[in-house]
């Protein structure tokens, strides 16, 4: 029992000579051997000492010893707790605290220690311990790194609950400022209104005091014979006074205006026009419809947005018209500018060529539709009468006649010859966004936000015929080359197709939701191109009803319009661009 119980004493003591240390300071060589990294060891059968031919070195012990004889697991003990706490002491003097790496080799002595003394359940807690220690470690690392995160979110936090209190703080400042320019807006609409008023009343009076002078010339062209008996001499030493000088040119303007209006006539309607020649065109027997277009050129034409795009009916160049106030005559297919109009104080919403090619007319925001020569690029004739921006405007087919549709709420008939207003047609309860002449016909087409298309006489100024199905804003209305059918798109993308023979829809196709900006068909009737908010131009067929995209516009797309012979195709956009497709 001795012999076994010296056994273990033994043991402990050539481990603790092995080490230089004893349990506890073990126990933190292991914490530090866990914090760098876990060792894996290979199991080895030890044999006894007698039986092994190999001879072990003694390990010196710097540290301390144990002298023979006297060897008591208590004083060991309290040894090894006078080293660790000195070893503490010294470690809290230092300016950087380390501890002292347990070597490889000390750890593998120390397993093949335990497996040789049997100690497996000591073996299994050491291993244990370093790996908890691992994970413990690792743990304190991820907590550490999410709470300097978490406070960097919250430091985020405070800078952006900041940020939003000074923007407030800065609104509150302009909220009296947007107040007082509020009610100078009102005082100012007031104020318009009030002058407008002025100015019709000043207009009357004028109207009055003309009527008055033209009497008064008339009567005295009657009394001259009798006035003039003994007086011519004293009348012409007499000095013209200013009142006398104002009222003798004001009969003389007013004879220049009765000249006037004596040799120009308005114009007539014609009555028997000459048939369409798209009807003998549009064939089925036709080549077949064309789908397949691809992006051909870009012509960078305007800084801002491009509204409408024409095609000369006849030459090889097309009209692009801009918010910038712009118009310009581009040669195809190179693109090189030909010409450039200007002379609207607002954007351009639309543009129409005369039926020869050799005039144009274009619409604005400015409220006034503008007559132009090509050749010259100079402006022929500007009407004025509408009270807020012009949306479109469209030739009638004799060229003597121009439409436009407003904001308004109302279209206008304008005549070239007598140049004035014809007819003001009023019935849409809000903008009227597009109108078009029927071809080689006096009927005219509007489409408004009220959600309805209109169909007009423009000889007699009166509605015709209403059509109802949309449900949001009629954005665009044309006529097929055919003129047997309607085409219409919405602020939705939905498009309607109408029997215009029975007044009665045929389809609706939804494309939305983006907006339906222009829709316009090819020379054949057969092809439909939209051109939509989302910058796709869809290509609709109409004999099949499938519906083909052409992506490339990098914004809005706002016009889309075929060439005569079908072959290539314009589309203009927000990013002040014009596209050919081929």
């Known amino acids: 029992m001795a012999a076994q119980r010296g056994m273990p004493d033994s043991g402990l003591r050539v481990l603790e000579e092995a080490l230089g240390m004893g349990l506890t300071a073990a126990g933190e060589t292991a914490d530090a051997v866990a914090a760098e990294g876990a060792y894996y060891l290979e199991q080895v059968t030890i044999t006894e000492a007698s039986e092994d031919d190999y001879e072990y070195e003694e390990i010196p012990d710097d540290n301390f010893s144990i002298p023979e004889g006297e060897e008591d697991l208590a004083k060991a003990i309290q040894i090894v707790q006078d080293q660790a706490t000195d070893t503490h002491i010294l470690e809290q003097k230092t300016v950087l605290p380390s501890k002292q790496a347990v070597p490889e080799v000390i750890e593998d002595f120390l397993c093949n220690f335990l497996i040789k003394m049997g100690m497996t359940r000591t073996l299994d807690c050491f291993q244990s311990e370093c790996k908890a220690r691992e994970d413990l ?19 985020e936090r405070n800078k952006l609950i900041n940020d939003l209190k000074g923007l407030k703080l800065h609104y509150a400042s302009y909220e009296p400022a947007l107040r007082v320019l509020h009610e100078r807006h009102h005082t100012l609409l007031k104020e318009k209104m009030l002058t407008s008023l002025e100015r019709d009343r000043a207009l009357g009076q004028i109207s009055g005091f003309q009527a008055t002078l033209q009497l008064m010339e008339t009567t005295r062209s009657y009394k001259i014979p009798k006035i003039q008996v003994g007086q011519s001499d004293d009348r012409k030493n007499v000095p ?80 692009s018209c801009g918010e910038d106030r712009l118009w310009k005559v581009v040669g195809i297919p190179n693109g090189n500018v030909l010409l450039t109009g200007s002379g609207h104080t607002d954007w351009l919403s639309d543009c129409c060529f005369h039926p020869s090619g050799n005039k144009l007319a274009t619409s604005s925001g400015d409220t006034t539709v503008k007559l132009w020569d ?28 121009v439409a436009s549709s407003s904001l308004d709420s109302t279209s206008k008939i304008w005549d070239i010859h007598s140049e004035r207003c014809r007819w003001t047609l009023y019935g849409h309860t809000d903008s009227v966004n597009s109108i078009e002449f029927f071809p080689f016909s006096n009927t005219v087409l509007t489409g408004s936000a009220d959600k309805s298309l209109s169909m007009w006489d423009a000889r007699t100024g009166k509605c015709e015929q209403s059509l109802y199905g949309h449900m949001h804003s009629i954005n665009d209305a044309t006529f097929s080359p055919r003129g047997h059918m309607i085409a219409s798109c919405d602020a939705c993308g939905v498009i309607k197709l109408w029997d215009f023979r029975k007044l009665l829809p045929i389809v609706s196709i939804d494309i939305g939701p983006s907006p339906g900006n222009e829709v316009n068909f090819d020379s054949t009737g057969r092809v439909l191109a939209q051109a ?27 016009t889309v319009v075929f060439s005569p012979d079908g072959e290539s195709l314009f589309s203009g956009g927000s990013d002040g661009t014009v596209r050919t497709w081929s």
């Open 137 to 155: 470690l690792k743990t304190q690392k991820e907590r550490d790194f999410h709470r300097m995160h978490h406070k960097q979110i919250v430091q």
């Open 532 to 558: 939509s908010g989302n910058g796709i131009i869809h290509l609709l067929d109409l004999k099949s009803g499938q519906i083909h995209k052409l992506l490339g516009h990098e914004g809005e797309a706002h």
């Open 240 to 319: 013209e006074g200013p009142t006398q000088k104002g009222l003798r040119e004001a009969r003389e303007q007013n004879k220049c205006k009765k000249k006037v209006k004596e040799n120009t006539k308005d114009s007539k309607f014609p009555i028997v026009m000459q048939p369409s020649p798209n009807l003998y065109l549009s064939k089925e027997n036709l080549c077949p419809s064309k789908f397949d277009y691809k992006l051909n050129n870009i012509f960078r034409l305007h800084e801002l947005p491009v509204s409408c795009v024409a095609v000369h009916p006849c030459k090889e160049m097309l009209i």
């Open 374 to 401: 090509l050749s010259k690029a100079t402006c022929l004739l500007t009407f004025e009468g509408h009270s807020h921006a012009v949306w479109s405007c469209t030739w009638h087919s004799c060229g003597d006649f």
